[in-house]
């Protein structure tokens, strides 16, 4: 039923991982937000941070991918909660499982992602 949400959602994640901020801005809503042990950030001062980090060679390493441990999607009308445990996986070092809740919504025929927020595992 969500298949091409899915899909989309896989997009957004391999776009982050490849430090693709383009396509990331094509897919993040204009008032994207993400929370995490960092605090909030804004949309333009993640795909800013994502486009420092890519061009000081500080980013993940080719054929980083992200993997569902668990997921649940919940439909909420004209909005889909997504939320699980995942991790990145491919990568040089070793990263910890996160936890995560994501909010997209469908927009003019296209699935878009309205904000995300995610912690790490403490039991790993």
């Given at each position: 039923m969500h298949t091409r949400l899915l899909e989309t959602r896989q997009?957004?994640?391999?776009a982050y991982l490849d430090g693709?901020?383009?396509l990331m801005d094509q897919i993040e809503c204009d008032d994207f937000i993400v929370v995490n042990d960092h605090g909030l950030q804004e949309k333009m001062d993640q795909l800013g941070y994502v486009a420092d980090a890519v061009g000081a060679n500080r980013w993940y390493a080719r054929g980083s991918r992200a993997e569902d441990i668990t997921l649940k999607l919940v439909p909420?009308?004209?909005?889909?909660?997504?939320?699980?445990?995942?991790?990145?996986?491919?990568d040089v070092k070793q990263r910890a499982p996160l936890f995560y809740s994501e909010l997209w919504r469908?927009?003019?025929?296209?699935w878009r992602v309205l904000s995300l927020h995610y912690t790490r595992s403490a039991a790993w």
């Open positions: 997009q957004w994640y391999a693709n901020v383009g909420l009308g004209d909005v889909v909660s997504i939320h699980g445990m995942g991790q990145v996986v491919g469908k927009i003019d025929g296209h």
